[in-house]
């Protein structure tokens, strides 16, 4: 559900689209007497910037994570009544029209609207028409229409990103990878007994939980950053934290594929929205910067700070992942379309099958002596008999120890001519 950024009463002053021989890359909004009115939140997010903006004179934007659509909404031409890191509630007032045109961008008193897809961009096809975004929104002050039963979904998602206080605001742009834990605890127990310990003590959060119940507990939001890694994998990660042990077998862990594919399908939304390709990360590719999944074991690898090993060996990566990208292609392929076709794909080449041909390459040269098709220089004997002299105990390549063999054997024959020749 959203709620409309101005009261009840405004009216579309001037739509998305063409105007004046340009493109309004907003909807404005008002109501003849504008001056001093109230803006609101038109859904739940953290506030990414108040203050001066060049032909605004002052705006509000704020950023809203993928549990609840995702996107970034931009108010115009304002008084700012809020700072950047804070949470604010669909709803919340947020600013209020600023009347002055000495310091509104001097324009006649209104409300500029932009509804960007992702995180604020330049004029194009991902700001979005507000009033196609606002399609059945609230009005503030309204009386709230009968609640319908909720899906299964719905209510077994619970949002608690106000009780996690601690932590602190991040940039959504260095977001790259998605980070597995468990959180060492029976399969069984309820996600919200996990938060209510983290909570207390302070011990740790996550982005979400997700617990055998199929239950999933926001603790926080996208922007922000989590106590999960002990490392730079905070920065630039979204951590999901399976209530688990972590000792679990594959088998154990794939008598719950229900809640496999459900965390599965919130993980494609992440995937989607910070272009992640579900492929599996080692350390070195984390250190690399490469986009992808990984566990809390890797971050501890690539960068200290940490010796847990979750989710652990029994974790069914190939399952997993494999949930994730039949969400992905199950989306609306004509909105999603250029990357899945070539972001998404290229990634997926360089992080999963391009390991696979290096190594193909690798021992198709052990063999050869060439790497490419087409090279077939061979080896010299001499020298894989060096190389093989040179290592440590009785450690050899197929083609040193073929070398070495060859020349024993040459040696062999030789001490038998030499007999032959002294009878």
């Given at each position: 559900?959203?709620t409309?950024?101005v009261?009840?009463?405004?009216?579309?002053?001037?739509p998305?689209?063409?105007?004046?021989?340009?493109?309004?890359?907003?909807?404005?909004?008002?109501?003849?007497?504008?001056a001093?009115?109230?803006?609101?939140?038109?859904?739940?997010?953290?506030?990414?910037?108040?203050?001066?903006?060049r032909?605004f004179?002052r705006?509000?934007t704020?950023?809203?994570?993928?549990?609840n659509?995702g996107?970034?909404?931009?108010?115009?031409?304002?008084?700012?009544?809020?700072?950047?890191?804070?949470?604010?509630?669909?709803g919340?007032r947020i600013?209020?029209?600023?009347?002055?045109?000495?310091?509104?961008g001097?324009?006649?008193p209104?409300?500029?609207?932009?509804?960007?897809?992702?995180?604020?961009?330049?004029?194009?096809?991902?700001?979005?028409?507000p009033?196609?975004?606002?399609?059945?929104a609230?009005?503030?002050g309204d009386?709230?229409?009968?609640?319908r039963a909720?899906?299964?979904?719905?209510?077994?998602?619970?949002d608690?990103?106000?009780?996690?206080?601690?932590?602190?605001?991040?940039?959504?742009?260095?977001?790259?990878?998605?980070?597995?834990?468990?959180?060492?605890?029976?399969p069984?127990?309820?996600?919200?007994?996990?938060?209510?310990?983290?909570?207390?003590?302070?011990?740790?959060?996550?982005?979400e939980l997700?617990?055998?119940?199929i239950?999933?507990?926001?603790?926080?939001t996208?922007?922000?950053?989590t106590?999960?890694?002990?490392?730079?994998?905070n920065?630039?990660?979204?951590?999901?934290?399976?209530?688990?042990?972590?000792?679990?077998t594959?088998?154990?862990w794939?008598?719950?594929d229900?809640m496999?594919?459900e965390?599965a399908?919130?993980?494609?939304?992440?995937?989607?929205?910070?272009?992640?390709?579900?492929?599996?990360l080692?350390a070195a590719?984390?250190?690399?910067?490469?986009?992808?999944f990984?566990?809390?074991?890797?971050t501890g690898?690539?960068?200290?700070g940490?010796d847990?090993?979750?989710?652990?060996?029994?974790?069914?990566?190939?399952?997993?992942?494999?949930y994730?990208?039949?969400?992905?292609?199950?989306?609306?392929?004509?909105?999603?379309?250029d990357m899945?076709?070539?972001?998404f794909f290229?990634?997926?080449?360089?992080?999963?099958i391009?390991?696979?041909?290096?190594d193909?390459k690798d021992?198709?040269?052990q063999i050869?002596?060439?790497?490419d098709?087409?090279e077939y220089?061979?080896?010299?004997?001499?020298?894989l008999?060096?190389?093989y002299?040179?290592?440590p105990?009785?450690?050899?390549?197929?083609?040193?120890?073929?070398?070495?063999?060859?020349?024993?054997?040459?040696e062999l024959?030789a001490?038998?001519?030499?007999i032959?020749?002294a009878?």
């Amino acid at each position: 559900m959203v709620t409309m950024p101005v009261p009840k009463g405004f009216k579309v002053t001037s739509p998305f689209g063409p105007r004046w021989g340009t493109i309004h890359w907003g909807t404005d909004y008002g109501c003849g007497d504008n001056a001093g009115k109230p803006v609101y939140a038109v859904k739940d997010g953290t506030v990414t910037r108040a203050g001066a903006a060049r032909g605004f004179g002052r705006w509000v934007t704020i950023d809203h994570p993928a549990s609840n659509g995702g996107g970034e909404t931009v108010y115009g031409h304002i008084i700012p009544e809020v700072s950047p890191g804070q949470k604010v509630r669909e709803g919340q007032r947020i600013a209020r029209i600023d009347g002055n045109k000495a310091t509104n961008g001097g324009v006649v008193p209104h409300l500029h609207f932009e509804w960007h897809r992702y995180s604020w961009t330049q004029p194009g096809p991902n700001r979005l028409d507000p009033e196609v975004m606002l399609k059945g929104a609230k009005w503030v002050g309204d009386t709230p229409a009968p609640v319908r039963a909720a899906t299964a979904v719905a209510a077994n998602v619970l949002d608690w990103t106000q009780r996690f206080a601690f932590g602190r605001p991040r940039p959504t742009h260095q977001i790259k990878n998605i980070i597995i834990h468990v959180t060492v605890n029976a399969p069984g127990t309820p996600a919200e007994n996990v938060a209510n310990y983290q909570i207390n003590s302070q011990s740790g959060s996550y982005h979400e939980l997700t617990d055998t119940t199929i239950k999933h507990l926001i603790e926080n939001t996208d922007d922000w950053l989590t106590w999960s890694t002990g490392n730079y994998g905070n920065d630039i990660g979204l951590h999901r934290s399976f209530v688990m042990w972590g000792t679990e077998t594959r088998a154990q862990w794939l008598k719950y594929d229900a809640m496999l594919r459900e965390a599965a399908k919130r993980d494609a939304e992440w995937c989607r929205k910070y272009n992640i390709p579900p492929v599996k990360l080692t350390a070195a590719d984390l250190r690399a910067g490469k986009r992808g999944f990984a566990g809390h074991l890797e971050t501890g690898q690539a960068w200290g700070g940490t010796d847990h090993v979750d989710p652990g060996t029994g974790f069914p990566w190939d399952v997993y992942l494999g949930y994730v990208r039949e969400y992905i292609n199950g989306t609306d392929k004509k909105e999603e379309g250029d990357m899945l076709t070539k972001k998404f794909f290229t990634d997926f080449i360089k992080g999963f099958i391009g390991p696979v041909i290096s190594d193909v390459k690798d021992i198709r040269q052990q063999i050869t002596g060439g790497r490419d098709a087409g090279e077939y220089p061979g080896w010299s004997v001499s020298q894989l008999v060096k190389n093989y002299q040179a290592k440590p105990g009785d450690n050899g390549t197929l083609p040193e120890m073929l070398a070495v063999a060859l020349t024993e054997i040459q040696e062999l024959r030789a001490d038998v001519n030499e007999i032959k020749e002294a009878r």
